[in-house]
């Protein structure tokens, strides 16, 4: 379905619960996650799946929250796959539960991961997750290649003085296997405020000046790639504060406990919680083409504008 800009929206984010094992300052507030019980269950996370693939939606990312928290895990990623529309399943995951479960993973139909790792100093991921294990990401992201995963993103959100002195050590992960490390510039989202430390791909660019353009895998990619010369995996820059990319918006989001968002930097919300009650699905696809038709031309985050909730709840 296109939007009324002539969007064409193929992408859906799907948060499976708002509860994260980690506590990363800049991603959860104080605000609390939603209770458990008002999380979408697997039956109605299929229906709302399938209600996009009729519309157009053939990839999906699963989000959080952490997603790997849900003990129906496995199940929701083989209810997907069974969707002919959905070419593509990934998730995005904190890798604190990713050891020992990479080869189940692909086993019910993942096609991708990524890994979120803001530091590769033990005692600096620990303090900025709030207790995280890197080794046990680390591990994570061996295991995901023995199990067959042909490449791996790595999710760095950098901060001055936090881990901007890591940005080489990230690139040298890159020169041997098939890894894309992704710098993100840090979003104001819900009661984070970390904008003052926020380092952005320009300031990245200007200290790695060796670092090479290359194009884009797909249309709509909101990375921009760069490679080191010689070097098998690449660099991506996602810099939606100082270099906007709303104009190939393919995306929108749902949350886990049923609302629609068909931008992540404005507040307007859809939910889907009644539709969902309709024993089928007309009201759930009118819904949604509602609030795709309302999806605004961009984001509104250099208006100083702060999103009401954090990535954390909407789902990254
Ligand atoms: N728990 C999973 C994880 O850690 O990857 C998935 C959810 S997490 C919200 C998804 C991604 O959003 C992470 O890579 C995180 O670093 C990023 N993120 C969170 N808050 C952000 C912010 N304010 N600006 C930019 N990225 C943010």
Redesign the pocket.
Known sequence: MNDRFGRTITYLRLSLTER?T?K?T??RAAEGDCPKKSELTREELLRITRAFAKIGVNKVRL?????MLRRDLLPIISDIRAIPQIQEITM???GQHLPGMSTALKAAGLDRL?I?V?SLKPEKFAKITGGGSLERVLTGIDEAFAAGFSSVKL?V?LLRGVNDDETEDFIELTKDRNIQVRF????P?GD?DRAEDRVTGAELLQKHPELVEIAPSYKGQPARDYQMPGYVGKVGLIDPMSHRFCADCNRVRVMSDGMLRSCLGCNEEFSLKEALEQPDDDALIEQIQKAIAQKPSTHCFDTGFTAEK???RIG?
């Open positions: 994260c980690l990363c800049y991603c989000t959080g929250g952490e997603p995005t995951t904190n990524n979120s803001d999710n959100v993100i510039e840090y979003m989202l984070t954090t990535m954390s990254g």
